[in-house]
């Protein structure tokens, strides 16, 4: 099984920053996609960011412009990058990685969440 560990997140004011980390464990052949995604209180989960295999990202209209994803794929880690963070931001956030294992399995793990927490 893939396990997702996930750190970076706390709490922090408006304005300040925050990068987040999820280190992805197991027998791991391909990861074909990293991605953050973030619950609200009171609203459904939504993505944030995402990136593919081919490097491709895309950024949820929320946090374009001002989150950075960033993969490091040796270490099998995606970073997000949180700048100027807003109070809306607050949430838990997911990490989420497809890929397929080492006995040819596709596999879709994700992490337990971390909470971000925006004071205004």
């Known amino acids: 099984q893939v396990q997702l560990v996930e750190s970076g997140g706390g709490l922090v004011q408006a304005g300040g920053s925050l990068r987040l980390s999820c280190a992805a464990s197991?027998?791991?052949?391909?990861?074909?996609?990293m991605a953050w995604y973030r619950q609200a209180p009171g609203y459904q989960r939504e993505m944030v960011a995402r990136t593919n295999i081919g490097g491709e990202t895309n950024y949820a209209d929320a946090v374009k412009g001002r989150f950075t994803l960033s993969r490091h794929n040796a270490r099998k880690t995606v970073y997000l990058q949180m700048n100027k963070l807003k109070s809306e931001d607050t949430g838990v956030y997911y990490c989420?990685?497809?890929?397929?294992?080492?006995?040819?399995?596709?596999?879709?793990?994700w992490g337990s969440g971390t909470q971000v927490t925006v004071s205004s």
């Open positions: 197991g027998s791991i052949a391909t990861i074909n996609v």
């Open positions: 989420n990685i497809i890929g397929m294992n080492s006995r040819g399995q596709a596999f879709d793990s």
